[in-house]
Each structure stands twice: as C-alpha cells, then as structure tokens.
C-alpha cells in the first residue's frame, strides 16, 4: 500500500511545473507527493510556491526547503495535490479522515486544477463505507450531536491519540457521521451546510479534476467528464 501511495505521489508531481502555485495536501498519500516535490525543488531547482492544507504539511514543506505562502497571500493556486477517504463513480468524494477537510476544501475551492491521489481501495460505486467528517463550533457541538443522533445520522466524536476530543488546526472540533450507503450526497451536503454550528464538512462534490489512482496494474488517471 505504501508502495501505491508513493507511485500516485511521485506521479501528480508531473502536473507540476516552474512558476505554479501549488496547493499541498495533507495525509499519508498527499506526504509522498510534497517529498517528491520538496526533492525537485533541491534537485531540478523547480520554482513554485507551495500553499499549504493543515500545520503538519507545513511542516513537512518547511523542512524540505518548499518556499510557502499563506492562502490570502496568492490569487489563485494552479494546482493542488491531495488525497482521499473514499470516491464514487461520479468522482464525489469523502475527506477529512486526517481532520484537515477546512483547510483542504478552503485551498481547493480557489484551485484551477484540483487533483486527487489515492490507492483503488479508496474507490467504490456509492459514498459510505466511510464516515463523513463534520467540522463544528465547540459552543453547543453536545447539542449538535444530540440533533445528528435524532436525524439517525449514527455520530461518533473524533478523539486525538492521547484520548481527548480532536481540536483541528483552526481550533474545532470533528463529529463524525455513519450512513452505510449516501444514495444523495449533494442533498447531504445541502443539508449539513444549512445545519447551524457545522463549519464544514467532508463531502467534496464535484470538486476534483483528476484521480490518479494507483492499484497492482500500476497507475490509472481519471479525468471528470467535461
Ligand atoms: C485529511 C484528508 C486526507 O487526504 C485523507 O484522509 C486521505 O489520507 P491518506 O492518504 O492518509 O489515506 O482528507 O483530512
């Protein structure tokens, strides 16, 4: 698996060339796509500037020598490179499984060529099988579970590794929400964007350009129908 996720990262890292803005990802597949890059940048002098998804990329970037600017810093990004929890046939998508999903759908929605890496586990027909992420105020979010719990949204609260609940990098909190099968994910997404205390959540419909997907055939790149 580890194997896959470099190949897709060093493969979207021909998507990009001298001059260009670059969104990175965050998450094990979009790391192996910054380091590729990070290694153009010392090797080949690649000229870009990175835009970075969440506080580990920027560390990550930091330490490879990717010059960066903040999202309010630059007109538009060219091109952003990130993974993905789960897609279906219509190249919707689950994220946030790494807790990044503001940053992540903030940089992509200004980005001209939005571009997914992942390894073919991540696909299936219909979205589900992963949970969805919420992002949420911390005032009330007790209450907002209790109401997700009532509309049979099945939440769970996100925790960190030391067991306390998940702060984000913009200081919210996760719940995530368990459907089995989302027959209608834009009339979800409608549904959680009109939900008071939601920030954002981890649908990204019809957002992604390209999926570069990598399986033991090697690797296979889906572009949105137009
Ligand atoms: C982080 C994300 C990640 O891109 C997503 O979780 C995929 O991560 P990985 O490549 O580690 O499976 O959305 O918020």
Not at 37 to 57: A, Y
Not at 77 to 86: L, P
Not at 156 to 171: A, E, F, N, W
Request: charged content about 25%.
């Amino acid at each position: 698996m580890e194997n896959l996720k470099q190949l897709v990262g060093i493969k979207a890292a021909e998507f990009v060339s001298d001059g260009m803005i670059v969104g990175l990802g965050t998450g094990s597949t979009a790391a192996f796509f910054v380091e590729e890059l990070g290694r153009r940048v010392k090797e080949e002098n690649l000229d870009i500037v990175g835009v970075t998804t969440s506080h580990d990329t920027t560390i990550q970037a930091k330490a490879l020598g990717i010059p960066l600017k903040s999202i309010d810093e630059v007109t538009h990004v060219d091109v952003t490179v990130d993974g993905a929890d789960e897609i279906d046939d219509d190249l919707n998508g689950i994220k946030g499984g790494g807790a990044a999903l503001l940053m992540e759908k903030i940089v992509a929605s200004y980005t001209k060529h939005y571009i997914w890496i992942v390894d073919d586990s991540k696909l299936s027909r219909k979205l589900g099988s992963f949970k969805v992420p919420v992002e949420v105020i911390p005032y009330g979010f007790k209450q907002l579970f209790r109401h997700f719990e009532k509309q049979g949204f099945k939440p769970s609260y996100r925790y960190d590794d030391k067991g306390d609940l998940l702060v984000t990098d913009m200081k919210h909190h996760i719940i995530d929400l368990h459907f089995d099968i989302i027959h209608e994910p834009k009339k979800l997404a409608k549904l959680l964007d009109e939900t008071v205390g939601v920030v954002e959540h981890g649908l990204f419909n019809n957002m992604v350009d390209t999926v570069i997907v990598g399986s033991s055939n090697g690797v296979s790149i889906i572009d949105k129908k137009k």
